[in-house]
């Protein structure tokens, strides 16, 4: 009986103790795949084509002109939705954007922004409500001129010029072209690891109208942080949107998201926080990504 008891505790030990070793290799083994999934998604996306080219996580915002380190034959569509809260009236933007890289780490793109008004406040006078206009037309560059595989770092430049229109419903003898603006700016991204990103894109913004003669210039630096989910595109992060104009400052912190939805769809959703914004509240925008397939794919 004696020998029975021994024999069933030494039998019940043996068994917790593999249980326990099968409980830990599963754990590793989990683990050892979900790094193996993640290494093989930044694998797919920066080697399978040269030039070598480093994983960022794009703003959703301030978005870049392509991919930083673009490679010939990227293209992509995007949508844009936004709504701001104003003291007197509601902003509604839309915006069309067609980006495409027609050689290597060089972006372009063509980007149509509207712009439409809503008064909320009855006591103020329709007149003195913006209106309704398309924006611009706004054609931008940008070049990687350096990329780093082992420090994951890419540093570019750009260019956007603006050609402002007149709103809607305006006098037929108006000009239709109302001004410029000129706006380079500079982008620095790194990614810490494999899913810690940041990024800062900043430049001056020179704007022109032909009814006065004089200049206005504002500083514009967009800092970035962003955490990329492991093996996927998806990410959360925040955007925080500096500006100064004449010694004032305004900032708004965007936090956001990015969802797949398909290989070559994703959705970015983003909310505003104005911080001393004197005449605008909060905001929402939403942005519509799609990349067709490159056909230089391989």
């Known amino acids: 009986m004696l020998n029975s008891s021994y024999y069933r505790a030494c039998l019940i030990i043996i068994i917790s103790i593999c249980t326990t070793k099968i409980k830990a290799q599963t754990r590793d083994t989990s683990a050892l795949n979900k790094r193996r999934s993640d290494s093989s998604y930044i694998h797919e996306t920066e080697k399978i084509r040269q030039p070598v080219k480093v994983m960022h996580a794009e703003p959703l915002y301030i978005d870049l ?12 569509w995007n949508v ?86 007149k709103p809607f419903g305006s006098n037929a003898r108006e000009r239709s072209w109302k001004g410029n603006i000129f706006n380079p700016f500079v982008v620095a991204a790194k990614r810490w ?36 989910i492991t093996g996927t595109r998806n990410f959360i992060g925040i955007e925080y949107n500096k500006e100064w104009v004449k010694g004032d400052f305004d900032m708004t912190i965007r936090p956001q998201l990015r969802v797949g939805i398909s290989d070559n769809l994703m959705i970015g959703i983003v909310a505003g926080i104005p911080v001393k914004r004197e005449n605008q509240r909060s905001s929402t925008f939403l942005r519509l990504i799609y990349e067709p397939k490159n056909k230089h794919h391989t």
Do not use: C
């Open 65 to 76: 002109i392509r991919d930083l380190g673009a490679r010939k034959g990227e293209k992509e």
């Open 193 to 228: 690891g494999n899913n810690l990103h940041t990024l800062v894109y900043a430049g001056p913004a020179i704007s022109h109208h032909f009814d006065h003669p004089s200049y206005q210039t504002s500083w514009q630096v967009n800092t970035n942080f962003h955490y990329m």
């Open 80 to 165: 844009g939705l936004g709504l701001t809260d104003n003291n007197d009236f509601d902003s509604y933007t839309a915006l069309v954007e067609y980006e495409f890289a027609p050689i290597n780490r060089l972006g372009l793109e063509v980007e149509l922004p509207f712009t439409f008004y809503y008064r909320t406040n009855g006591n103020v006078a329709k007149d003195s409500i913006p209106r309704n206009r398309l924006n611009s037309l706004k054609l931008a560059g940008q070049y990687t001129f350096f990329v780093s595989e082992q420090a994951k770092t890419s540093l570019a430049i750009g260019y956007i010029h603006e050609f402002e229109l």
